[in-house]
């Protein structure tokens, strides 16, 4: 994956935890790892963690690598948004 299109995942995260009706969970998890003073590696885990778990950004639907392969897989949630 490269810069441009991990940068549009990990923004993603926050954008459609809120967006999605998840926005007092991912407070309450920044907060969580504000008070344990958690490292910026910690916290990027974590909310990697939670993007996957709980607003279901996954990193291969915004991989446009993998998105221009022809390839059509019926369980991605991605794929339809580049079109």
Known sequence: MNTGDFM?????????????????TLCD??????????SNEEIFWAMTEFGTNISGVNP????????SLEVIDPFSAGRPWTY
């Open 29 to 38: 998890n920044l907060q969580q790892l504000q008070l344990n003073n958690a």
């Open 60 to 67: 291969p639907d915004y991989d446009a690598q993998l998105l």
């Open 8 to 24: 549009f995942y990990y923004a993603d995260i926050f954008v459609e935890g809120i967006q999605y009706g998840n926005r007092t």
